[in-house]
């Protein structure tokens, strides 16, 4: 079964948007996290990691997907 080309190019383009709406997301929570009295033990400073983490795999599922697409 051959690779549909455009469905793996419109995944990719659907990571992208995903992974700058996480980091948008995760910059909030650092804001918010600034502005508790200890930042580092702030529940938001927890919360930010999480999403960190996410985006990262979500780049990480993009450059497989890009993978994909040069070797064919």
Do not use: G, Y
């Given at each position: 079964?051959?690779?549909?080309?455009?469905?793996?190019?419109?995944?990719?383009?659907?990571?992208?948007?995903?992974?700058?709406?996480?980091?948008?997301?995760a910059?909030?929570?650092?804001?918010q996290a600034?502005?508790?009295?200890?930042?580092?033990?702030?529940?938001?400073?927890?919360?930010?990691?999480?999403?960190?983490?996410?985006?990262?795999?979500v780049?990480?599922?993009?450059?497989?997907?890009?993978?994909i697409?040069?070797?064919?």
């Amino acid at each position: 079964m051959p690779i549909d080309a455009e469905r793996i190019e419109q995944l990719r383009a659907d990571l992208d948007t995903l992974s700058e709406q996480l980091a948008d997301v995760a910059l909030d929570l650092l804001h918010q996290a600034m502005r508790d009295p200890d930042p580092k033990a702030s529940p938001s400073a927890r919360d930010e990691k999480l999403v960190t983490r996410a985006r990262r795999s979500v780049e990480k599922a993009d450059t497989l997907l890009r993978q994909i697409e040069a070797s064919h």
